[in-house]
């Protein structure tokens, strides 16, 4: 397995292509148990979490980063980013720095994959965050 192979497997997939283990914060997919997703949560308690007018306009003020590992067999491979918003209802990928509005594919398509509760659109929407287009190939 790729690189490229291993994040496009996991960019084109659906949160019902994995097994997830709650407790342990772990997404396993279910076509190739090789390949994995570890949760793990931001240990900086000496702030009030993540503070950004996106992520704190909702019910539950509250946001926290949470930081995804993607593993193959044992080898962490790559790293994501997601801010659990809402009383952790939803885990949104960070906008881009410069527009603080829009949100990149490849990012969206890694937080489709962990989004257990189903509620990452409803909750862009709610936050006033836009999903970056997708790219058409020419061939």
């Given at each position: 397995?790729t690189y490229d192979k291993?994040i496009?497997?996991i960019?084109?997939s659906?949160?019902?292509?994995?097994?997830?283990?709650?407790?342990q914060g772990?997404?396993?997919?279910r076509?190739?148990?090789?390949?994995?997703i570890?949760?793990?949560?931001?240990?900086d308690?000496?702030?009030?979490?993540?503070n950004?007018?996106?992520a704190?306009?909702h019910p539950?003020p509250?946001?926290r980063k949470m930081?995804f590992d993607?593993?193959?067999?044992s080898?962490?491979?790559?790293?994501?980013?997601?801010?659990?918003?809402?009383?952790?209802?939803a885990?949104?990928?960070l906008?881009d720095?410069?527009?603080?509005?829009?949100?990149?594919?490849?990012d969206y398509?890694?937080?489709?994959?962990?989004?257990?509760l189903?509620?990452?659109?409803?909750?862009?929407?709610?936050?006033?965050l836009t999903?970056?287009?997708?790219k058409s190939?020419?061939?």
């Open positions: 397995m291993l496009e497997t960019r084109s659906k949160p019902g292509d994995w097994i997830y283990n709650d407790e772990v997404h396993t997919y076509a190739d148990l090789n390949i994995r570890q949760r793990r949560r931001d240990d308690l000496s702030g009030s979490g993540f950004e007018p996106w704190t306009c539950d509250s946001a930081f993607i593993y193959y067999g080898s962490l491979v790559d790293s994501f980013l997601l801010v659990a918003v809402d009383g952790y209802r885990d949104l990928p906008p720095p410069k527009t603080k509005k829009m949100i990149s594919r490849r398509e890694l937080a489709r994959a962990v989004d257990v189903g509620t990452l659109d409803q909750y862009i929407q709610r936050s006033g999903v970056e287009e997708e190939v020419a061939v």
